[in-house]
């Protein structure tokens, strides 16, 4: 194997539960001395308070940073999960995100004294525009499946303008869950589109499905089997001559940049996942950003308030009788913004085809090199993943999650492993651009050396991982008796 | 750039293997129509030194209330932030994680947020809380879509005192699915009209928000009754999570379902997001919780272990029929709110409610002896409703020039309080800071 091996024991602290530690009248706040006198809270009204562990700022401070080591995230290693674009984050941003002036401002002070902030935020739309081709922007929606509500929405309001009724929406099968959830949020029934021997999508399945009652197609391109859809020209072209529209999830945005803009292969409108593409941190689980691009068709029913400049001055402009609403309290997930705005500045226009340029090159390294061990789902050029399956270990009684589970040993983060559906067992590998050609190496021979372990000692397998926190949890008995606090 | 780590060997060799000879060769799997002819209009990549001078700039424009005296809440609070806490929360095995899917490597993140839904539920009096959601808007949308789903019917109702922005949201949600919002006027005193929900028929909730938009305290007990007895749910929503310190928890008066926003929990206020959603429900309707959930189990040696469960509810599994579409939340700040609520513990959580309103109270009545009309008589905390002297725009520019933000005009919300403000006050503002605005606006 190449390399160093990268997973070992160290030593595992141990760390209670909060309220397993602590003594009351603790505290790790600094609370000053009331400047004004007590008055009591109206009787009728008063509660006790609630009842949380009382604990020092030393208690707090080791608490997490226990916890922490518990974790492993992009900055502990190589995370190839497939469809979640973890590539690393800058820390520079981070720095841009903590300026008082961006973290500690209040978002109802009058417009003139938010003018960087709207500046910004307009200045981040015009990129995304310029990256897709698309004609307008709102960056309000929280994260990717927020921004497939907004724009199912707007779909759903154009429609609603015409005068016309359409009760269902084209998912293709490929699709994220997210996908087929958000159109049902906004009433459609999500008709399944079915993936040919390539993987994509054929346009005469589209042309039988697609009729006048359906409001249009979800695609994602690169599909989720990290496949161009190559037939989205002719496919937008049926979908719109029965009157609907093409929603594209942009989840995979990062195969792409600078080298095919989403306007121009006929898309209407899509959403960006800031939490992927542009590097913002995933946070364990969020906050995210999902801006959504439209073209002029949609531009109308975008959420309020919009951004926009007048002279030399940046407003928020609520005065869209067509407008869906509004998606968020305020104006979307602001903090992230800053993070994918000084992301974007950092590569510029170059460096962002040249990340997409590397993400794809990695993937098809990943795939060339594995392609003998691991049967691969579909075998043409990918993008910027690729994705296999457990159909040869699965012989030796082996799947793909005692796989998934060995990787950890070894000091890696699992790819994306049972999505998409349509393969099953999928191992959904995403090595972004950002890693090492020798981590990325490593992680090929490890693969390698974990196929021989399926053969010739499947039981290494099958007990992994041996070396985290916890070993392989009982998730079944999780959902049956639901304990969710303490 | 320093982010892309190939050297041209490596990509020559990364090539060969692949079998092409440039790496646009591999996009010659797009097909050449769907091909950009054109390079991107973008700006080249800035330096990290200048990149920092152009965003100080940026961010010099702004007023952050470390400069300003704000007296706007509104949704969004000033509260102090322990040092400790962006400390913990830039611990990037935390912040450059995904979602928890391998559970053996995530128990950091998992074990924060069940300690997270604990404090939740403690704090609301609630059995259930969710791992968190986007904001106080989002999660009461969904909050209302949850009620509709359990009672199968498609109307609901909701305060007219809930955030504006709130309802607005709720509008954007739930009327493209054919369901009617009615709102609930509210009366003299500043609290939701109790007998026109009395008045309702077949709506699948109330929803009531407390302390209110006016920062009055609702008798949330009495619209629970109310609308029990018409088999409907009661939901209660807050953007003042500091509240629960002093005030009667919604879980002790028969609340079903809780939605609010936990900015105030130690979460800078960066312009409005990222906050936090909280959603928390009666056990009865945990099956129906939109977005994930922490629980605890055991692994293979007995130990105990943190997953994250009941996922058959969600869009992964369950597709269109999922609760809802969530995937990504807001776990980061669900993670910051847990390391606040555990920095200040019980005690200190009482505590520093109790000054928030000492302090509100001090203003209120600091006013009232200066002749400011305080429009509703009722308990408040930490936000009151003023009417000021006519012709007080002038005044508010002034100020506004001096650093200090006097309120938020209501009448763009509310017509009929066309001239009135809501202030807001937190243990940030001093005596000396409420002196000074008195001072200002009756001078
Ligand atoms: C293809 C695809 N679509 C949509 C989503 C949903 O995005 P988010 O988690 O930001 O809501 C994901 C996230 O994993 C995805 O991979």
């Known amino acids: 194997m190449s390399g160093y091996r990268q997973g070992d024991s160290g030593l595992i602290l141990n760390e209670p539960l909060l309220w397993e530690k602590g003594k009351k009248g603790r505290c790790g706040f600094s609370l000053p001395e009331c400047d004004v006198d007590e008055v009591a809270f109206d009787a009728e009204f008063a509660g006790d308070g609630p009842n949380f562990p009382d604990l020092s700022e030393v208690e707090v401070v080791r608490h997490y940073t226990r916890l922490s080591t518990w974790n492993f995230g992009v900055d502990t290693g190589m995370y190839p999960l497939g469809s979640c674009t973890m590539k690393y ?140 859809e190559k037939n989205i020209r002719e496919i937008c072209e049926v979908v719109h001559g029965k009157g609907g529209l093409v929603y594209g999830d942009g989840a995979n945005l990062n195969a792409i940049m600078g080298y095919v803009k989403m306007a121009d292969i006929g898309v209407d409108v899509m959403h960006f996942n800031l939490h992927k593409t542009f590097a913002t941190p995933h946070g364990g689980g969020g906050p995210g950003s999902g801006p959504v691009a439209v073209t002029r068709t949609l531009t109308p029913f975008l959420p309020v308030p919009r951004v926009e400049k007048l002279k030399d001055h940046y407003h928020l402009v609520t005065d869209y009788p067509d407008s869906i609403g509004r998606m968020m309290t305020f104006y979307g997930h ?101 890693e090492t050609k020798e981590d990325i190496d490593n992680f090929i021979d490890t693969l390698k050396a974990i196929a021989v372990e399926a053969k010739e000692s499947p039981e290494l397998l099958k007990n992994a991982p041996t070396r985290s926190k916890v070993r392989r949890l009982d998730e079944t008995s999780a959902a049956r008796k639901p304990c969710l606090s303490g | 750039m320093r982010y892309l780590p190939h050297t041209p060997e490596d990509i020559k060799e990364m090539l060969e293997v692949i079998g092409v000879k440039t790496v646009d060769a591999l996009f010659e799997a797009i097909p050449e129509s769907c091909r950009s002819k054109e390079p991107l209009n973008l700006p080249r990549a800035m330096s990290e030194w200048d990149l920092n001078a152009h965003m100080d700039a940026l961010a010099a424009t702004m007023a952050p209330s470390s400069e300003y005296r704000v007296f706007i809440g509104a949704g969004s609070y000033n509260h102090y932030i322990p040092s400790s806490v962006p400390y913990l929360l830039s611990r990037s095995e935390f912040s450059t994680a995904y979602t928890p899917y391998q559970p053996e490597i995530s128990q950091g993140t998992l074990q924060g947020i069940y300690e997270f839904q604990t404090m939740v539920t403690r704090l609301l009096g609630m059995d259930v809380a969710t791992a968190s959601h986007y904001d106080g808007a989002t999660a009461l949308s969904e909050a209302l879509l949850m009620a509709v789903r359990k009672t199968k019917k498609k109307r609901v109702a909701v305060s007219s005192l809930c955030h504006p922005f709130h309802r607005e949201v709720i509008r954007t949600y739930l009327g493209p699915a054919g369901i009617e919002v009615v709102e609930v006027p509210y009366g003299e005193d500043g609290r939701t009209d109790l007998a026109a929900v009395g008045a309702m028929d077949d709506v699948a909730a109330v929803a009531v928000q407390s302390p209110n938009f006016f920062g009055v305290v609702e008798d949330l007990a009495s619209f629970a009754q109310v609308i029990h007895a018409k088999k409907g749910l009661m939901i209660a929503s807050f953007t003042e999570s500091i509240a629960w310190g002093l005030v009667k ?89 847990a390391m606040y609520m555990a920095s200040l513990g019980g005690t200190g959580f ?94």
């Open chain 1, 89 to 228: 984050n800058p820390k520079v941003n981070e720095r841009q995100a903590s300026l008082p002036g961006f973290s500690d401002v209040h978002p109802l002070l009058p417009e003139v004294r938010n003018q960087g902030a709207l500046k910004l935020m307009f200045d981040l739309e015009h990129f995304l525009k310029e990256l897709t081709g698309m004609d307008a922007v709102t960056l309000q929606p929280a994260a990717g499946a927020h921004g497939e509500l907004a724009g199912i929405l707007m779909i759903n309001a154009y429609h609603k303008k015409r005068g016309e009724i359409r009760t269902k929406i084209l998912v293709p099968d490929t699709a994220h869950g997210t996908n087929p959830a958000s159109g049902a949020l906004c009433g459609y029934m999500p008709v399944a589109v079915p993936v040919n021997e390539d993987g994509i999508m054929r346009v005469e399945d589209v042309r039988a499905l697609m009729d006048e009652e359906t409001a249009g197609i979800m695609v994602t391109n690169p599909n989720t089997l990290g496949l161009f």
């Open chain 1, 334 to 434: 602001f903090g992230i913004m800053v993070r994918a705005y000084s992301y974007i500045l950092s590569m510029g226009g170059e460096g962002l085809k040249e990340a997409s340029a590397h993400a794809v090159l990695n993937a098809n390294y990943i795939k060339e090199r594995l392609k003998e061990t691991f049967h691969l789902a579909y075998d043409h050029t990918c993008m910027h993943e690729c994705v296999f399956s457990d159909a040869k270990q699965e012989p030796y009684g082996v799947s793909t999650l005692d796989m998934a589970k060995r990787l950890i040993d070894y000091g890696f983060h699992p790819p994306t492993i049972y999505f998409p559906l349509v393969v099953p067992g999928a191992l959904m590998i995403e090595p972004t651009e950002t």
């Open chain 2, 249 to 337: 928890n919604p879980g002790s008066q028969g609340v079903d379902i809780v939605a609010g926003d936990g900015q105030s929990l130690g979460i800078p206020k960066a312009f409005g997001g990222p906050g936090l959603g909280l959603l928390a429900s009666s056990k009865a309707l945990m099956r129906q919780l939109p977005g994930r959930l922490v629980g605890t189990t055991t692994d293979l040696d007995g130990k105990r272990g943190f997953v994250l469960t009941l996922a058959a509810r969600e869009q992964h599994i369950r597709r269109e029929k999922a609760t809802s579409n969530i995937c990504s939340n807001n776990g980061l700040c669900a993670l910051n709110a």
């Open chain 2, 350 to 443: 009482k505590r520093l409610a109790q000054i928030n309103h000492n302090k509100a109270e001090y203003l209120k009545r600091k006013l009232m002896d200066a002749g400011v009309k305080i429009t509703f008589a009722s308990a408040t905390f930490n936000e009151f409703v003023v009417k000021f002297p006519e012709g007080f725009e002038k005044t508010y520019d002034r100020l506004l020039s001096r650093m200090i933000v006097a309120g938020l005009p209501l009448g763009r919300f509310y017509p009929e309080l066309a001239g009135h403000y809501l202030l807001c006050v937190t243990e940030t503002l001093s005596k000396i800071d409420m002196d000074q605005l008195v001072k200002e606006v009756t001078a």
